[in-house]
């Protein structure tokens, strides 16, 4: 047997190397406090386009039927399905951060219903409908779903929008 292919067991190297000498940045417990956070967010839809809309309705825990069905016809307009998409209420979800966000959902574009991008701790603020590019992704604020809804010149608005980051 050569020296350079010794094999050591688990115990037996944590015996030799008690102290580390490599401070590691993503620990296993941080590792485990992450996937734990992941698994306890609240969401609807597969993601399979990393496309993520945020909303925030604090009185409800799921969308209401209007504002789902509405959303489903804005989806369907752009030529893509709730598989393609996540839907998350923020109020009912613990981290509001716009990066933990968009690396969990490796999100390339994220629509804020009713939510000022300074709410997700974002450094730049812009306004409702602007497509904003940032930080390898695109962000589009827009009103809530229910006031788009019922306003014939806010759908024409994010229509608009909609176009431009799904060149439709």
Request: charge should be negative; glycine fraction near 2%; aromatic fraction near 10%.
């Amino acid at each position: 047997m050569n020296i350079n292919h010794i094999k050591l067991n688990v115990s037996l190297l944590t015996d030799l190397y008690t102290n580390t000498l490599i401070e590691a940045k993503d620990t296993v417990e941080s590792q485990l406090s992450k996937k734990k956070l992941e698994s306890s967010w609240k969401y609807v839809g597969e993601n399979e386009k990393n496309i993520l809309m945020l909303v925030s309705y604090p009185e409800q825990d799921e969308l209401s039927n209007e504002q789902f069905s509405f959303l489903k016809s804005l989806l369907s307009a752009c030529k893509i399905s709730l598989s393609d998409v996540v839907v998350m209420n923020l109020s009912q979800n613990t981290t509001t951060d716009y990066k933990s966000l968009k690396e969990n959902f490796k999100s390339q574009t994220i629509f804020l219903f009713g939510i000022e991008p300074s709410i997700l701790g974002m450094p730049l603020n812009f306004p409702q409908f602007q497509v904003q590019s940032f930080d390898h992704c695109t962000f589009l604020y827009s009103p809530t779903l229910d006031e788009l809804e019922k306003d014939k010149v806010l759908k024409s608005k994010i229509w608009v929008c909609l176009r431009r980051i799904f060149s439709i």
